[in-house]
């Protein structure tokens, strides 16, 4: 028998504090425009880009993360990130997601550009390139003339990805639970559900 294809696995990294229909539709549409079998979604442990400002625990961002994820068949949800101790890495995760790995797997790093070009300022570009192909969405409202000229673009491993514009933020989300407007419609029910029972992003910042 000749080698099995190997899996194309999409890889949907990000805090999910909380995760909202742009984190969905990135995902769904990365799935169409590079034919992945699956997206798997690694909501981050103790973010370390985010300090300064509190995320709410990681089992509340993973448990939402779940909870939007249930209803697809090709999304599922890791907690390697959630049970890591210490700050998290991209390429170590893509590291430990390909040694794990029960079958020769293919990685597609999805992310939107802004949060690329953050990846390439702590690591050497080159390693990170090395571990996946990286497909960047452009969100709504994101220079991309300055990401052109700043990531590696033209390197084989990075593809540039259209997705239908969703002005949505986890930041915007977190406000509007905060100021009292509605959140239906930009998260899954069940988000929107979770965050209302657990009393998530009512007080502080
Ligand atoms: P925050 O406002 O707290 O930074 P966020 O909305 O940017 O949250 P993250 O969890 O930081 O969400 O993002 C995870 C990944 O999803 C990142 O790669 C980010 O660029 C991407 N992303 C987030 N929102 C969108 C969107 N509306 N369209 C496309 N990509 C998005
Ligand atoms: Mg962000």
Known sequence: MGAAEPKRLGV???????????????A???LWQFRLDEVLFV????????EGRDVAAPEHRYLMTVIATASNPRFSVSRIEVEREGPTYT?????????TAEEHIELFFIT?????????QWKDPEEVLSEA???AATRPGYDIARFEKEAPTSHPNVSVMTIPALAISSTDIRRRVREGEPIRYLVPEGVQ???????LYRGGR
Do not use: N, S
């Open 91 to 99: 390429v170590e995760t893509l590291q430990e997601l390909r040694r």
């Open 12 to 26: 949907m990294g990000g805090t999910f504090d909380p995760i909202h229909a742009g984190h969905l539709v990135t």
């Open 28 to 30: 769904e549409e990365a």
């Open 112 to 120: 939107g550009a802004d949060a690329m070009l953050e990846i390439f």
């Open 133 to 135: 192909h990286f497909i």
């Open 43 to 50: 909501p981050t442990g103790r973010p370390w880009m985010k």
């Open 193 to 199: 559900a979770y965050i209302e029972k657990a009393g």
